[in-house]
């Protein structure tokens, strides 16, 4: 077995062989710590490896596998891990598994020592890249729980996706990155109940915190709380791209509304792409409306501006948050009892690495996706009909 072992690198040092012998990779991930603990605390002291979850990592391009590598290394102090990152190049005709070690020092002070985190990176080449489950499976850490950060859009097949969600508590994607991105969170909501033992979260629906927090402190308010009983209408910009798919996030939010709200959404009917009408409590109406308009400076598909209309036979409120010319300044407007108020925000986009601490920081078994991608179903099913 050809082996390299290179120089420490910001405290990191680094082996790699050709095959996959799991007793080898053991030993020496084994043989980075001690040496990393050497070159960080001066050989006075040892690796401590603390890995608190497993992170698998599915890629199929060079270029997101190597991302993929940095931000995990930027959450290693946070969240201590064992991450396997897997490059998987399925159409190759050779069936061949490559393996680079890497182990990453952190130095803990309220342990006064290095904690070590470790990265395996696979390379797995031809049929051997459909059957990932025998690979993964040996080499993650007993008793911890398993999150997948699937890196790709939503595969046609989806055996190898349901394979890797039956060894997981915990399936992450970016729906943003879906080909057909209604289409694709509906098959995402079937395979989440055909695969129950894990739950799925998206880091398109966590990009949207910060319109969720908005209308969460709305509904805090006292003076504003029992307008919420009287929506008359929801209206959903959202930047317009080339093609002819339906934006994913505007369906999710919108489906998280009803739920905040109690209205069923299978209780929904379309006219047309742009506009549902759900029935609510007492037969009374509410009609959604989703525009794409022009706005370049965010990708296609991201929210430009929600405003919810509320009207009862006393009283009428609005409550809008609307992006500005600058893409990352919001407006809050807010309408009611004859005063309007307004709250300018700026907020900065989140990083990849913070997406993703959210999704760790949230426990593996909570569902609130899964059951927001449930009502978000017959959202999608009836503009797509």
Request: proline content about 5%; aromatic content about 6%; overall charge negative.
């Amino acid at each position: 077995m050809a082996e390299t072992v290179d120089g420490l690198d910001d405290l990191a040092l680094t082996w790699s062989g050709r095959a996959l012998d799991v007793s080898r990779i053991e030993a020496e991930l084994g043989k980075l710590r001690y040496m990393v603990a050497g070159e960080s605390a001066g050989a006075q002291g040892f690796a401590l490896r603390t890995s608190l979850l497993n992170m698998v990592v599915y890629a199929e391009r060079e270029e997101s596998a190597d991302f993929a590598s940095r931000v995990i290394e930027d959450l290693a102090s946070h969240h201590p891990s064992r991450a396997l990152i897997v490059l998987a190049q399925p159409h190759d005709g050779e069936s061949r598994i490559e393996a680079r070690l890497a182990a990453h020092s952190h130095i803990s002070r309220s342990l006064e020592q290095s904690v070590c985190c470790e990265e395996i990176a696979l390379r797995v080449a031809g049929p051997a890249a459909r059957h990932l489950h025998s690979v993964i499976v040996p080499l993650l850490v007993p008793d911890l729980p398993v999150h997948i950060w699937w890196t790709e859009a939503l595969p046609a097949d989806s055996h190898l996706f349901l394979q890797l969600m039956e060894t997981s508590d915990h399936v992450i994607v970016d729906s943003q990155h879906f080909a057909d991105q209604t289409g694709d969170l509906v098959r995402l909501a079937a395979l989440a109940d055909e695969r129950p033992r894990a739950t799925v979260g998206d880091l398109n629906w966590d990009r949207l915190e910060p319109w969720r927090d908005f209308f969460d402190r709305q509904k805090a308010i006292a003076d504003m709380r029992h307008h919420f009983s009287s929506v008359k209408s929801v209206e959903i910009r959202y930047a317009h791209g080339r093609g002819t798919h339906l934006p994913g996030q505007a369906f999710i939010l919108l489906a998280w509304l009803a739920r905040e709200l109690g209205w069923d959404t299978r209780s929904v009917s379309a006219h047309g792409r742009n506009r549902l009408t759900f029935l609510v409590d007492e037969g009374r109406q509410v009609a959604a409306y989703l525009h794409p308009v022009e706005y370049e400076a965010i990708e296609p598909g991201r929210l430009v501006s929600v405003k919810i209309a509320c009207e009862s036979e006393t009283a009428r409120a609005l409550i809008s948050i609307s992006r500005t010319g600058d893409p990352f300044h919001l407006v809050v407007h807010v309408e009611h009892r004859g005063g309007t108020s307004e709250e300018h925000v700026r907020f900065e986009p989140p990083e990849p690495a913070t997406l993703l601490m959210q999704e760790l920081d949230a426990s593996p078994r909570n569902p609130e996706y899964n059951k927001v991608l449930k009502a978000a179903v017959p959202l999608m099913k009836a503009a797509s009909a």
